[in-house]
């Protein structure tokens, strides 16, 4: 592929984060009606303004500085103490073991433990299955390194208490001679978790075609009341065999410290510490040691933070089914993706329009796969804010519709 | 290239701040004599605990926690403001304008913005044009992105006043279809800087040939009593043909915050941010705040820096000068690469003996280009500490005299 066409194909000019470059452009001929007046809410990621980090971060990352050159040079993957933390706390939460020194590597963020695993897995004309709607980098990682895109369907809306993966479809993308399976559970965008059913028959066929799992479970601690979760790592594949990613960016509201992990497979973290050593070195030696507070937060205060989140996104789903936005129930996370009606103006100008006339920041469905007709809201927000730009979402589809 | 030898050229066995998982292996029997005590000295990075990080820099960093939200999710090339504030600077030392908007971007660390330049700039088969010696990574990043590498010779102890770049080998890889120019300058590891004539001379033959080129300064600041430094992007090429790269990490310490710059050709720090997207989304948030700091340190505190660094440098070399290690003198930075004399073990055996047998870590020739015969050294250590494991070095390479 031309160098030009590889970096077209990285696109970020819809990509969430990066709303401050995109110019309001000619939509004034679009406009119906006036503004509709309202606090700006940045749906594109979760406010940690509104939902505070985990205290003593700053303290864990002020102590790091003080212990100076110990930990500003880390070993690449990391930290040896903190990882052996971690590795104990993480074989406890997903329910199956880690070496600390072989399965574990600390990365820039959970975007660097992804983009490293990708690059580690897959190469020129290599076959990655990957579920549409799935996160919006997944995809372009893959075809930056020349692999080719095997889409399996998810019918996230079909009503049932399964995610909804196309059994089917996953087994033909199998039999085509995909090498990797690479899916975020909980799902981002539509926050469904995969049940024991799926992930037991996903565990099948991997082992049956000799496949990799990397596994994106970002958000698997932000679980809702009554739900449950099973870790592709403990079903029983070889360990070689899965790679898993989690960070401390969401539920825990560190995402400004860029903290990741990956874990499990040792070949693939032995890979993934040769590139790391060419892509960024190392996670920032300081920002590691905030790592010290998680999955070790104060008593209750992750059930606060999972209850407080429920009951935005029980006003929010009331909201929008309301206004005639179907929208899944999401089982964890905090993303939530409404189907819009008929528009009358395409989604990126329905995008365009929230944040030019109603002051509501909206990822557009279409970086998640072909979901021309869905938004993506991250709903990790101040309640109230939350419900009023939801109020205007839900004016504004009215205003345009077709 | 099958992933597997593209891993296998990653190999980071030898590189510097890996030597924790290196282990001792079975080096008992090339021992001669008994181990020289000494304090651990680690020459592979410079000390932050001998050199303290810039004054204030956690301070900025905290008052980026406190600012919440807004410090924590930036755009994917960093800050608006923080990157307005750097172009300023950056633009009066380089001695030529930078856009703040367009031509620059805040990556994870230098290394991290000399990923994303060869990325965006190198593809498979392209050539690209490299000094030998340089930067280990270097060679390793475009061989990554399937890129031909041409050597270019730099005959750094030849005692005149410049570099020593073979300019003719420079021709001939230009003339051999090299599209990039890939350099650090100072250089990495031998502390040469370009003159003023060399400088002109690259620049006159990149307009020639339209090459573009990456100029890793990283240690330009550091520029030794008496010496001048010339920066290629002020040299006339054509705005879109030069990135240069600069970061804290060395002369100010800030490593452990892992924060780099690129600055300069617009369609190449669009296409960087784009990558950035999915190998990292941001240089950390708050990290980016410390770049407050930069350029705008206490009066006289980079006068200070250097003048203790050059004290050490002085009584280095003098040394390994009387022990019989060649040694060119660094103009800038803090490396120094001392030739060895014939040994009766390879350059690997030997490094590993000092490590464990005189407590002094040092970084292998060959990391940097065929030079089997050296040693790499950063020199930014407790100026005693440096002095008494300089004798160490010297006193090995006598006990293992051919």
């Known amino acids: 592929m031309l160098t030009t066409d590889k970096f077209a194909a990285l696109a970020t000019d819809n990509a969430p984060g990066q709303e401050l470059r995109q110019a309001a452009g000619n939509i004034g001929n679009l406009m119906r009606g006036e503004s509709i007046a309202g606090r700006l809410v940045d749906f594109s990621h979760g406010d940690v303004d509104a939902f505070l980090p985990t205290p003593g971060a700053l303290d864990r990352f002020s102590e790091a500085v003080a212990a100076g050159g110990r930990q500003a040079y880390t070993e690449y993957r990391g930290s040896a103490d903190i990882r052996a933390e971690l590795a104990e706390k993480l074989a406890a939460f997903t329910g199956a073991p880690i070496s600390a020194e072989h399965g574990t590597i600390i990365t820039p963020g959970t975007q660097g433990a992804l983009f490293l695993a990708v690059a580690s897995l897959v190469n020129q004309d290599d076959k990655v299955a990957i579920v549409q709607p799935d996160y919006f980098a997944n995809r372009k990682l ?37 090498k990797v399976f690479l899916f975020s559970n909980p799902n981002n965008p539509t926050g469904a978790v995969y049940s024991e059913r799926e992930i037991g028959e996903l565990a099948k ?16 601690r932000l679980l809702y009341e009554g739900e449950s979760y099973t870790h592709i790592r403990a079903c029983g594949l070889p360990e070689e065999r899965t790679i898993t990613i989690m960070g401390p960016s969401k539920t825990e509201s560190l995402s400004g410290y860029r ?49 407080q989140h429920q009951a935005i996104r029980d006003d929010l789903l009331a909201l929008f089914r309301k206004g005639g936005l179907a929208t899944r129930t999401p089982q964890a996370g905090s993303y939530l993706f409404p189907t819009l009606p008929p528009l009358a103006v395409s989604q990126h100008d329905f995008v365009r329009l929230l944040h030019h006339q109603a002051n509501v920041i909206v990822t557009s469905g279409s970086e998640f796969g072909p979901h021309h007709d869905s938004i993506r809201l991250n709903f990790s927000q101040d309640h109230d804010a939350a419900v009023a730009a939801a109020h205007r979402i839900v004016a504004m589809a009215d205003r345009y519709r077709r």
């Open 205 to 220: 066929l991997a082992a049956a075609f000799d496949i990799t799992i990397i596994a994106d479970q970002l958000y698997s």
């Open 259 to 307: 903290l990741g992990i990956a874990f499990g497979s040792p070949p693939t973290v032995e890979r993934m510490e040769k590139l790391q050593a060419i892509v960024s070195l190392r996670a920032p030696g300081y920002n590691q040691a905030v790592l010290r507070t998680w999955f070790n937060e104060p008593v209750g205060w992750l059930d606060e933070r999972i209850r």
């Open 142 to 178: 893959v075809q930056f390194f020349g692999g080719q895109v095997l889409p399996v369907a998810m019918d996230y809306m079909d009503g049932s208490s399964e995610a909804g993966l196309d059994l089917t479809q996953l087994r033909a993308a199998f039999e085509a001679g995909a």
